[in-house]
């Protein structure tokens, strides 16, 4: 009886079992039906499908910011506005330092012609910390900005008007704690004047920026070669010297700008001709394809075409994309000249001129010529940038346009191309050092309206759009401490000038200064000697002193043109100073390591961590 029981039992689990696998025939297990269903594959991003076959897919970089170096020097010229506050760690630096920068040359036990601790000593100098970026890729020998700040906790005053001696510009240890402030391996080198920004800034906007800060512009100068790193994601031997051969193909191989260092990274090169412009290269190198041979390119040409004319978001990408493909893709991208789409002609266009097409060059033209277009300033830049000097025909006109970033974009070109026809330039020398650019003044012809556009970055250049810009009369000016005074009584006066110097406070013999914007700035500029008639040239105004001047004197109403600062500034170009790159390593990462970025660590010591400066 209980055997039939269990029987039947059994018989009737089987035969639920049998129904839920008929149910089930196709797959329908049912315990999936209350579970939404799974959504399709996704397609891969667009950017990485524009991406694919290129050296960016296989690799990522590395050592692509901007890698920050430090240093501790003297800045001299000051007057009474230095100080003789110097932390101990720092002041022993520097006497050790400067006892080698100013020992008499050629050997012997001669004494230093002067001393350091004299010179750290006077109130004529500062004690200043020394802060740049050097670009990633930069070449042996490229010339970067430098950010000069009185040491916090001292009593400097202002380093207007002074100059930056020579330092050594080290990145930091940061294990060594204050040890790593004087520590660190040297990559670059500093000197030149001091530029104090005379306009107001953000915070105080009745008067200057911070008179402790300056920027020694072009200052730095690097020592060694600043490469770049590409770290493989899968690392592979065979891929790594592929990689190798195709860059050196594409860019040269003397010297070459790729080299395998193992199966996990390649190191890059910045090639001679991308010397002024190490970014673009690294870009390009991204954009690169690895594949080379006709048949690949004559088929990736066409996807580039049917990607850039269906989204122009990819734009950039393909406009490097074609670069690196070169000369032999011309072809198929000059139909896109004529493109309806904006964007899509711009970015065409780009990449025939910066391959050397002469057609691209009146398309270009057009661009930059045509108001209101959207990139209408990029085109004004690429027609500075180009191969082709016809290019400054086409800038020339742009100088007098109505847009006035238009306008310095055309100077700024212009100069690129060394065009003297519509520049005259004249250099004036340091009164401080010889050897040191104090001010370059560019006149540039234009019959638009007057405007002068003073750089902040690169060189010490003023530029004075407009040959006869007159000075409006009556006019007094006196600088805070008295060392320029200007004065015009009447509307047909010439102007009288007085320079008082900061050291002896004598007040120079007066100077007669025509009322004319260009003499005014080359009585200024101009060494105070005296000429072949007996009579004092010029002041030897420090840069920053004669922007301070045009600054006044727009603002007061006597120079009937607008003083336009340089947009970018070195502080932004630096960023917060408590934030610094982590020093490089001198050997490469280990290749057993996963591809990863460069990591952040914490920030040094700052300057306002240094010991108190002893009272003197």
């Known amino acids: 009886m209980l055997r039939s029981i269990r029987w ?56 692509v910011t901007g890698q920050r170096v430090r240093g501790f020097s003297l800045v001299v010229g000051l007057g009474e506005n230095g100080s003789r506050d110097c932390p101990t760690t720092i002041r022993e630096y520097l006497v050790e330092y400067l006892s080698l920068q100013l020992a008499p040359k050629g050997g012997g036990r001669r004494r230093p ?8 000593d006077s109130l004529d100098t500062a004690v200043v910390e020394v802060v740049g970026i050097v670009p990633p890729g930069a070449p042996r020998g490229t010339r970067f900005d430098m950010q000069v700040q009185a040491i916090p906790g001292t009593a400097t005053r202002s380093l207007e008007g002074g100059m930056l001696l020579p330092c050594d510009l080290k990145i930091f240890e940061v294990a060594q704690g204050r040890e790593g402030l004087i520590g660190g391996r040297t990559v670059a080198r500093a000197r030149g004047t001091v530029f104090t920004n005379p306009f107001a800034s953000e915070s105080n906007p009745t008067g200057m920026s911070d008179p402790r800060r300056g920027f020694a512009l072009s200052g730095g100068e690097t020592l060694t070669q600043r490469s770049v790193r590409l770290l493989l994601i899968e690392p592979s031997y065979s891929l790594a010297r592929r990689i190798e051969r195709r860059i050196n193909e594409r860019f040269g191989h003397r010297p070459e ?30 954009h690169l394809y ?30 490097l994309m074609w670069e690196g493909i070169g000369r032999v893709g011309v072809a198929q991208i000059q139909p896109l000249y004529a493109h309806e789409n904006p964007s899509v002609r711009f970015y065409a266009t780009r990449a025939g001129l910066r391959l050397k097409d ?19 300033l990029p085109a004004v830049k690429e027609l500075g940038g180009c191969a082709f000097p016809a290019a400054t025909v086409e800038l020339t006109p742009l100088l007098d346009d109505e847009d006035q970033e238009v306008r310095i974009a055309a100077y700024e070109g212009l100069l690129q191309h060394r065009h003297a026809s519509a520049i005259q330039t004249q250099v004036f020398p340091s009164a401080l050092d010889s050897s040191e650019t104090n001010l370059i003044l560019d006149v540039v012809e234009s019959g638009g309206e007057p405007l002068i556009y003073v750089r902040r970055t690169r060189e010490p ?6 040959t006869r810009t007159p000075l409006t009369l009556p006019l007094f000016y006196s600088h805070p401490e008295e060392r320029v005074v200007l004065n015009a009584l009447a509307k047909t006066d010439d102007i009288t000038l007085f320079y008082r110097a900061p ?36 002041v030897g105004l420090n840069y920053s002193q004669v922007v301070q001047v045009l600054a006044a004197l727009e603002r007061d109403g006597a120079i009937p043109a607008r003083v ?3 947009r970018e500034s070195l502080a932004e170009l630096l960023g917060p100073a408590e934030i610094p790159e982590r020093p490089e390593a001198d050997e490469p990462p280990s290749v057993t390591e996963p591809p990863v970025f460069e990591e952040v660590e914490e920030s040094p010591p700052a300057s306002s961590d240094i010991r108190e400066p002893e009272q003197p």
């Open 358 to 376: 002469a057609t691209a060059l009146p398309v270009m033209t057009e661009i930059a010529v045509t108001p209101r277009h959207p990139h209408r």
């Open 564 to 566: 336009v600062l340089e």
């Open 503 to 538: 050291q002896s406070h004598r007040l120079s013999e007066k100077i007669l200064v025509p009322p004319r914007l260009i003499d005014l700035i080359v009585a200024l500029a101009d060494l105070p000697v005296k000429d072949e008639a007996g009579r004092l040239r010029g």
């Open 257 to 286: 700008a790729a080299e395998a260092m193992s199966k996990g990274h390649l190191s890059l090169y910045t090639p001679p001709e991308f010397a002024t412009r190490p970014g673009h290269f690294i870009q390009l190198v991204t």
């Open 8 to 63: 039947r039992a059994a018989v009737r689990v089987a035969t639920g079992v049998l129904v839920v696998l008929a149910g089930c025939q196709e797959g329908d297990w049912g315990w999936r039906k209350s579970l939404p269903p799974e959504p399709p594959p996704r397609p891969a991003a667009q950017g990485q499908q524009v991406l694919a076959d290129t050296i960016g897919s296989y690799g990522l970089l590395s050592s």
């Open 461 to 466: 250049r003023v530029a004075v759009f407009g």
């Open 113 to 120: 012609r002067l001393s350091p601790e004299r010179l750290i």
């Open 290 to 319: 690895l594949p080379n041979h006709p048949a690949f390119y004559e088929r990736k040409l066409r996807e580039l075409a049917r990607v850039i004319s269906s989204s122009s978001a990819d734009a950039e990408r393909v406009s």
